[in-house]
């Protein structure tokens, strides 16, 4: 599919304004109740690549100034040509060079720590990564898998989630103990976001 | 890159980037006799009309170097046209100078039924080639009035003989 190919494109939000607008209340509700999994709503003709709650997000947060890393299964989709036609946004092919990253469930993400880390002066300058997870549950019995403790979690929380890379859990220390630096990540499910900022602290819950 | 988008060459199909621009240019009551049928049913905007401004570069003889020659205000919109399915390619696109939202909007209607072959033939000759004669027509006006103001420069040529030495002389 070529970026110049509208034959199956849809339409972004239907008040451009109000729809990312409630959209980024969401993350930004999301990011600050890290590990809590918020429905998402909005009105937009998604994709078919990627879940939808990803693609309202990115179309949300992107603008013209932002790059963009799609793992293999979303570039060349349907999905980069909705992100770029509504957004602007620059593709890039480099994810060490993307402000953002969207990677799709089943498809590998990179280490966290390949993509951009920020400095110490400028730690806004890091990545934030969308990744696609097959099922999320932050409460319940079934949902102690982690146990998540930092700002914004009042004592500590449990999340579960499942689709994601293995060795995520090292990772994630790595990336928490990089702080001030460090990437953000969203977890989305097809209707559903939760969000883990770089200042949150994982453990595998007791019992596992 | 410089396209001179007004001379087709004769065995050259017409591309849909050269009727874009010919849309571009058409005076809107004319875009609104020619597309009435289509008008009645809202389409479904994939991007609703906006307007903002662009930059104009040109080069000196369309040779020279690019340089920013001014900002423009341009309305731009993307439509699919109502009740063609997902995957049917009626998407019409308008890029259009100014702030008519409609007039964006008649363009990217008229853009979307160019695509349609069916539709293409008739087009042609109800819309397009009006256009065209309403360009030419007003490429002459522009043309007339602009030579209304010519100067024509001519240098008194010496005369001939001595005259000159001698004056030197003196």
Known sequence: MTPHDLSALGAGFSNEALGSQAVF???LQSMSHP??????DHDAQVPKSGHPASAALLLALLDADCTLWLSPKLAH???AVWLHFHTGCRLVDDFTQAQFAWV???DTSPALDTFAQGTDAFPDQSATCVLDVLALQSSGHDAADWTLTGPGISGSTVLKAEGLAPD???QWAANHARFP???DVFLTTRQQVASLPRTTHIELARGN | MFHAFDNLAPNKALGRADWMALLSRAPPDLLECALANHLIAAPQWLRAPETGLMMVQGRAGATGERFNLGEVTVTRCALRMSGAKLDAALVGVAYVLGRSHRRARLAAVADALLQDGAQHALLETTLLSPIRKHLALQSKQRHARAQTTKVEFFTVAREAGDA???EENQ
């Open chain 1, 25 to 27: 209340r969401t993350a």
């Open chain 1, 35 to 40: 590990g809590r999994c918020i429905n998402l």
């Open chain 1, 77 to 79: 989709s349907d999905a």
């Open chain 1, 104 to 106: 799709a469930a089943g």
């Open chain 1, 168 to 170: 995520f859990l090292t």
């Open chain 1, 181 to 183: 630096r460090g990437v």
């Open chain 2, 164 to 166: 000159g030495d001698d």
